[in-house]
């Protein structure tokens, strides 16, 4: 029994509002499924790609967010501007997963970049979830290391990031030297892929496949 797409956007909005962001990937991935190859076009293709590539860098899945843009049709990406924008933060995401990307340059992204409503709350996830990710990089690494380099690193100002990062994160701080003392992260189970998104995800490429040969 198929859900209706207007449903799954409002289980997904409740999802977001609850703070289940591991709800949301399937949700949407639920929904694009709907959307491509059962209730044809009911809404914009871009209204469902651009919170789903949200959700896969919010779980920095990479994989999956490449996987997702290279599907998606060349109009969609030349039409959408958000999602040309999420496009862009994926490939700096890319490159900061190697080592080779600068943090603040994403941080600049998503700040500069103009997200409409529907939008919005998802990005002010993806910020907290970069930043909660290289925090988690930091503390596995260092075991202290100077406040300044913390602020740097999560481009938080220097005079509040003790303070936050003690009260959100559980870090002690020593003020006589300007240390702080990171707490070691929890550890994050990898999101299974079941065989019936497997299957689901088969179907929306076939469909689109043929969609882009018919125009």
């Known amino acids: 029994m198929t859900v209706p797409a207007q449903q799954i956007i409002e289980q997904a909005d409740q999802s977001l509002q609850a703070g289940r962001y591991h709800e949301l990937v399937p949700l949407y991935e639920q929904l694009e499924f709907q959307v491509s190859a059962i209730e044809i076009d009911v809404i914009p293709l871009n209204t469902i790609y651009e919170p789903l590539l949200a959700s896969y860098l919010i779980a920095h899945d990479l994989y999956s967010a490449r996987t997702l ?10 039409q959408a501007a ?15 997963e190697r080592q080779n990307g600068n943090l603040k340059d994403i ?4 700040h500069q970049s103009r997200w409409d409503s ?11 979830s970069i930043q909660d990710r290289e925090l988690d990089i930091l503390a596995k690494a260092y075991t202290s290391l100077p406040v300044q380099l913390a602020a740097s ?15 959100t ?39 689109l496949e043929v969609k882009q040969e018919a125009s």
């Open 69 to 78: 843009v290279h599907r998606v049709p060349e109009e969609i990406k030349k």
């Open 82 to 96: 958000q999602l040309a924008t999420l496009i862009q933060i994926m490939e700096m995401m890319r490159q900061w």
């Open 107 to 110: 941080y600049a992204l998503l």
């Open 118 to 128: 529907a939008l919005a709350p998802l990005i002010a996830v993806l910020q907290d």
């Open 153 to 167: 690193r999560i481009w938080l100002h220097e005079d509040t990031a003790a303070e936050q990062l003690v009260a």
């Open 169 to 207: 994160r559980g870090w002690r701080y020593d003020a006589s030297t300007g240390l702080l003392y990171p707490k070691a992260p929890a550890p994050t189970p990898n999101r299974p892929i079941g065989l019936k998104e497997v299957g689901q995800l088969a179907d929306v490429v076939a469909h």
